[in-house]
């Protein structure tokens, strides 16, 4: 990066002062270049359902009278029209996300029911794969944010659990509270990530496999929504893996401190 550093002396005073000029014009390109990469992949990421849809309906105009046909066609397209509408939510809620300033918004929140409401909303999945959520420990004091997003992020990484995991196996979700942090544990028992593609998987649209991906209704979003949700809460997101051993997401997040009055003073039961 191209910084100036220029040594002043203010006569009067007789001190010596140093003035820095960043030259952030480096920074500034950057921001661009990964902006414009963005929306090109939105661009493509949403121009292969809609492609897809026009297609299947021309085709369903060409032979209404084919039932067999009329209802594969009907099928596939319920199935991209259900991916472009979690594409467009991943997209809404990513742009929200980068804008959204939490701590001014947030509230007391109550962990143990974050996880136990992102659990409910991940069990059908899990069911349809015969996959069980095993939820174990608990937290002892609240963090302070925003419930629904937490929900989202944590039902983002069970979902994940489950999608990358094959049928008959466990995902387990452990809480547990110590250095003032509040630790949750999300472990599958997957193909696991190898150490190249763990750097990657948190950039938006990035996917191991993506036919996998789209295949099981990912959009390539979903982590870079979970590290924008927990950097926005003060915590961080990491994982542990190795191929043939599953994976392991660990979420650290900031506790309240104990009879802390968050500043709104509200507390959230989700
Ligand atoms: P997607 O919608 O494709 O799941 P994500 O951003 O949630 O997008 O994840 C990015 C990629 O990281 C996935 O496509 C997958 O390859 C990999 N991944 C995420 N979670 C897991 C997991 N629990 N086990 C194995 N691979 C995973």
Same mark, same amino acid.
């Given at each position: 990066?191209?910084?100036?550093?220029?040594?002043?002396? *203010?006569?009067?005073?007789?001190?010596?002062?140093?003035?820095?000029?960043?030259?952030?014009?480096?920074?500034?390109?950057?921001?661009?270049?990964?902006?414009?990469?963005?929306?090109?992949?939105?661009?493509?990421?949403?121009?292969?359902?809609?492609?897809?849809?026009?297609?299947?309906?021309?085709?369903?105009?060409?032979?209404?009278?084919?039932?067999?046909?009329?209802?594969?066609?009907?099928?596939?397209?319920?199935?991209?029209?259900?991916? &472009?509408?979690?594409?467009?939510?991943? *997209?809404?809620?990513?742009?929200?996300?980068?804008?959204? /300033?939490?701590?001014?918004?947030?509230?007391?929140?109550?962990?143990?029911? $974050?996880?136990?409401?992102?659990?409910?909303?991940?069990?059908?999945?899990?069911?349809?794969? /015969?996959?069980?959520? $095993?939820?174990?420990?608990?937290?002892?004091?609240? $963090?302070?944010?925003?419930?629904?997003?937490?929900?989202?992020?944590?039902?983002?990484?069970?979902?994940?659990?489950?999608?990358?995991?094959?049928?008959?196996?466990?995902?387990?979700?452990?809480?547990?509270?110590?250095?003032? &942090?509040?630790?949750?544990?999300?472990?599958?028992?997957?193909?696991?990530?190898?150490?190249?593609?763990?750097?990657?998987?948190?950039?938006?649209?990035?996917?191991?496999?993506?036919?996998?991906?789209?295949?099981?209704?990912?959009?390539? &979003?979903? &982590?870079?929504? $979970?590290?924008?949700? *927990?950097? /926005?809460?003060?915590?961080?997101?990491?994982?542990?893996?190795?191929?043939?051993?599953?994976?392991?997401?660990?979420?650290?997040?900031?506790?309240?401190?104990?009879?802390?009055?968050?500043?709104?003073?509200?507390?959230?039961?989700?």
């Amino acid at each position: 990066q191209g910084t100036i550093i220029i040594q002043v002396r *203010i006569a009067p005073v007789g001190e010596e002062y140093i003035l820095i000029l960043a030259d952030d014009r480096t920074e500034i390109t950057r921001t661009e270049a990964i902006r414009n990469d963005f929306v090109a992949n939105v661009s493509h990421e949403l121009k292969t359902p809609v492609g897809a849809i026009s297609l299947l309906a021309e085709a369903l105009e060409a032979s209404p009278d084919d039932e067999e046909a009329v209802r594969r066609f009907a099928q596939r397209m319920h199935k991209e029209s259900a991916r &472009l509408a979690a594409l467009v939510q991943d *997209i809404i809620e990513l742009s929200r996300l980068q804008g959204a /300033n939490i701590v001014q918004q947030g509230k007391a929140v109550d962990l143990g029911a $974050v996880i136990a409401e992102a659990v409910d909303r991940s069990k059908l999945q899990a069911e349809s794969k /015969n996959i069980e959520l $095993v939820l174990g420990g608990s937290v002892s004091e609240p $963090v302070y944010g925003d419930a629904d997003l937490l929900v989202t992020a944590f039902r983002n990484l069970i979902d994940n659990a489950v999608r990358y995991s094959p049928s008959n196996t466990k995902v387990g979700i452990g809480l547990r509270s110590g250095g003032g &942090l509040a630790t949750v544990s999300i472990s599958d028992q997957g193909d696991g990530i190898s150490a190249e593609e763990q750097e990657r998987i948190f950039e938006r649209f990035y996917r191991v496999d993506a036919a996998r991906s789209r295949q099981t209704g990912g959009t390539g &979003l979903g &982590l870079s929504i $979970v590290k924008h949700v *927990i950097s /926005n809460h003060g915590g961080e997101v990491t994982v542990w893996s190795q191929p043939g051993s599953g994976s392991t997401f660990t979420v650290r997040l900031p506790e309240m401190e104990k009879g802390q009055s968050d500043p709104a003073g509200n507390t959230e039961n989700h």
